[in-house]
């Protein structure tokens, strides 16, 4: 798929893509002081094309020539090469996003017909490529009036020419789906206050509870999350909706790509313009805007899906959940994403109440806090049912505490897996039963008379029998015991006392940069990616000295494989943070190793036979050390590892140093396990005292 020499020699004359500091360093694998030493040292650096005063941009075809001629443009990867130029498209990274989909729908459904179009020059391409874009959209989406794909013309095809041609290229190494999921994953990931995301880890269970469905739909469908996360039927038909025409092109070109379902998407306003009026869904799936008041409160009023009363002008979420019960097919399912306000706001407590006495509500299932955006609330999943005309109303209500699912120690180790698995087995057993057994805690079937009283307060906290205090005054003298045990150890760790050693201030020392240069350690930098469920190593993790909490996504190819390349520890590997201004390192151990590397950390592999692991990453955790090789932005601090210093010292002369600091980290993880035991035995203590579980005395 690559070009003919007479297209690559116009590539640089249609090419308006835009590169910052950063996106240039990421090209020659430096940091961004090294680009800003080049502009002050070099007067032929390409001058700024767009951008401000403090974070110019630059022409990337005039970059790259320079860097060539300079010998510093490295290797970079196809995806790197890609992401660049997606990311300083003239037009926007988004606008780029919407014709890479269409160019990668043509790419995988039309492979010959691609292949005609990019073998001539780019002015040419431009020419024919809307042609063939609007056959093999016309083919997934329909007639152009009813769909959100809209086809660019030439004009507006040519400054993206170079990154179709790139994204071909990139799609014969991935996949046209892995393809686009990279591509729209690294920009959702750089423009987080654009979007609000549904995470692949809710998304599935999300999915889930909803079950096999041919028909599914999604009113507020965003970037396409869950209707991606549906398990595939060869017959399906989905469904998106939102009132952004870039979210609902990207939602539909994402689900063409994602499997041969038929997709149909449309961009307007769900409550006051729904485009599926006529339609009813065996099941709809919806992450809604929250706390809009802006919903269209005014001009529905008399609106008929209002058939549990009509929203208050605070209770926009409530309009959602009636908008999804009306679109259903009778017995259909409806699972929301809900703010735990919507369970207890006294503005919606008839629409509630009403939502219980019909039977429409079935369970209301609160996840831990973190497990998607906002971060800092436990966001409630709410699970619906259109009732069957002559049913009886379902007598009960499954409410659910994930937080309490979660171990001892989820702070530290969230098993999100296995919640999900358990919050499945509750939903699935009460869903065939009518009924579940209580868990203290985390789980209940509550009676809907319970329920229905002035406040209808569906918080599952709230309404959940309390667990024994801090798992009983058993498990309590347990957690006494170890914590003994654990001060102990603490007491016999504790560093010896050292006489002040001489002056070492004129030393030679030399840097990571220059280490990684002549070949005494390899760089690696976390993507976050790894086997799909395997254990991944957070920045959080080695601030805390925890065991890998993160999981690999789900959400990868159909093959299995990451989006990107996993980077996989190994025993004496190093990892520091790049980020939050704190100085650490650590050894990867045996129990560690394996774990594939997060993002926002660097992994150090030392060649042992020159550089000893613990010697490398005592010095990397140097205060003095951290505070000279980090840049500050106004709420941020970034580390560039590469400035990090350490002695120029043989293998022998290291050896003291090794012994002393692997002291200092056994120390310092006995200090950690006797925190944790503390905080837990307090807390239990507290609780025990407060629900009645541990008499004072």
């Given at each position: 798929?690559?070009?003919?020499?007479?297209?690559?020699?116009?590539?640089?004359?249609?090419?308006?893509?835009?590169?910052?500091?950063?996106?240039?360093?990421?090209?020659?694998?430096?940091?961004?002081?090294?680009?800003?030493?080049?502009?002050?040292?070099?007067?032929?650096?390409?001058?700024?094309?767009?951008?401000?005063?403090?974070?110019?941009?630059?022409?990337?075809?005039?970059?790259?020539?320079?860097?060539?001629?300079?010998?510093?443009?490295?290797?970079?990867?196809?995806?790197?090469?890609?992401?660049?130029?997606?990311?300083?498209?003239?037009?926007?990274?988004?606008?780029?996003?919407?014709?890479?989909?269409?160019?990668?729908?043509?790419?995988?459904?039309?492979?010959?017909?691609?292949?005609?179009?990019?073998?001539?020059?780019?002015?040419?391409?431009?020419?024919?490529?809307?042609?063939?874009?609007?056959?093999?959209?016309?083919?997934?989406?329909?007639?152009?009036?009813?769909?959100?794909?809209?086809?660019?013309?030439?004009?507006?095809?040519?400054?993206?020419?170079?990154?179709?041609?790139?994204?071909?290229?990139?799609?014969?190494?991935?996949?046209?789906?892995?393809?686009?999921?990279?591509?729209?994953?690294?920009?959702?990931?750089?423009?987080?206050?654009?979007?609000?995301?549904?995470?692949?880890?809710?998304?599935?269970?999300?999915?889930?509870?909803?079950?096999?469905?041919?028909?599914?739909?999604?009113?507020?469908?965003?970037?396409?999350?869950?209707?991606?996360?549906?398990?595939?039927?060869?017959?399906?038909?989905?469904?998106?909706?939102?009132?952004?025409?870039?979210?609902?092109?990207?939602?539909?070109?994402?689900?063409a790509l994602n499997s041969d379902a038929t997709v149909r998407s449309m961009a307007c306003d769900t409550l006051r313009a729904d485009a599926y009026e006529e339609r009813k869904a065996d099941a709809v799936l919806c992450h809604p805007p929250f706390n809009e008041r802006n919903w269209g409160h005014d001009e529905l009023a008399y609106d008929a899906r209002w058939e549990y009363g009509f929203p208050a002008r605070a209770e926009s979420e409530l309009a959602w959940v009636q908008h999804a019960l009306a679109r259903l097919v009778d017995g259909g399912t409806a699972v929301l994403l809900m703010p735990p306000a919507a369970a207890s706001r006294r503005s919606g407590r008839r629409i509630r109440a009403d939502l219980l006495r019909r039977g429409a509500l079935r369970a209301v299932i609160a996840l831990p806090a973190g497990a998607a955006p906002p971060y800092n609330l436990p966001l409630h999943v709410w699970v619906l049912r259109r009732p069957v005309a002559g049913a009886h109303p379902a007598p009960e209500l499954l409410l659910v505490e994930a937080a309490g699912l979660l171990a001892a120690d989820g702070r530290d180790k969230q098993l999100w897996p296995a919640v999900q698995d358990t919050v499945l087995d509750l939903w699935h057993g009460f869903d065939r039963h009518g009924t579940v057994e209580p868990r203290p805690g985390a789980a209940r079937a509550v009676p809907v008379l319970e329920l229905l009283d002035d406040e209808v307060d569906l918080s599952p906290a709230r309404r959940l029998p309390p667990s024994a205090g801090g798992g009983g005054s058993a498990e309590l003298a347990t957690v006494r015991e170890g914590l003994g045990e654990a001060l102990r150890r603490a007491a016999d760790l504790m560093p010896r006392q050292t006489e002040p050693g001489r002056e070492t201030a004129s030393r030679p020392l030399t840097t990571v940069g220059e280490l990684a240069r002549a070949g005494a350690l390899v760089l690696h930098t976390g993507t976050g990616t790894g086997p799909s469920g395997g254990p991944v190593l957070t920045d959080h993790d080695v601030l805390a000295g925890t065991a890998p909490s993160g999981t690999a996504p789900s959400s990868t190819g159909h093959d299995g494989t990451a989006e990107e390349p996993a980077v996989l520890t190994e025993p004496g590997d190093v990892v520091v943070p790049l980020f939050g201004g704190g100085a650490a390192a650590r050894v990867v151990d045996e129990a560690t190793a394996g774990a594939a590397l997060g993002r926002g950390l660097v992994l150090l592999r030392p060649d042992q036979d020159a550089l000893d692991p613990w010697f490398l990453a005592g010095f990397l955790r140097s205060t003095a050390n951290h505070r000279q090789a980090s840049s500050y932005a106004s709420t941020s601090a970034r580390l560039d590892v590469r400035r990090l210093q350490l002695p120029r010292l043989p293998l022998a002369g290291q050896h003291g140093y090794r012994e002393r600091f692997r002291e200092l980290a056994a120390f310092e993880d006995a200090l950690r396990l006797a925190g944790r035991l503390g905080e837990r035995l307090v807390r239990g203590l507290h609780d025990g005292l407060t629900d009645g579980t541990l008499p004072p005395e």
């Open positions: 798929m690559k070009p003919r020499d007479d297209v690559a020699d116009t590539a640089e004359a249609t090419d308006a893509t835009e590169v910052t500091a950063a996106g240039i360093a990421r090209l020659a694998g430096v940091g961004r002081a090294a680009v800003s030493n080049w502009r002050r040292r070099h007067g032929d650096f390409p001058r700024p094309v767009g951008g401000t005063e403090t974070s110019p941009s630059f022409a990337l075809a005039d970059v790259e020539r320079w860097l060539r001629a300079q010998g510093k443009l490295v290797e970079v990867p196809t995806r790197e090469r890609v992401w660049q130029r997606l990311a300083g498209h003239p037009a926007g990274p988004g606008t780029a996003l919407l014709h890479a989909g269409c160019a990668l729908l043509l790419v995988r459904d039309r492979p010959s017909a691609w292949l005609a179009v990019s073998a001539v020059s780019d002015e040419r391409m431009a020419q024919l490529l809307p042609g063939e874009l609007d056959e093999v959209v016309s083919l997934r989406f329909g007639v152009r009036r009813r769909r959100a794909v809209r086809i660019p013309d030439a004009v507006e095809l040519l400054p993206s020419v170079p990154l179709l041609r790139g994204v071909a290229e990139l799609a014969a190494e991935l996949g046209a789906q892995r393809t686009y999921e990279f591509l729209l994953g690294r920009h959702t990931e750089a423009n987080p206050r654009q979007y609000t995301l549904t995470p692949a880890g809710p998304a599935e269970l999300m999915a889930r509870i909803a079950g096999p469905a041919r028909t599914v739909l999604d009113p507020a469908c965003g970037t396409g999350a869950l209707l991606r996360a549906v398990a595939p039927r060869p017959d399906q038909c989905l469904y998106g909706q939102d009132s952004a025409p870039d979210l609902a092109a990207l939602t539909a070109l994402r689900l």
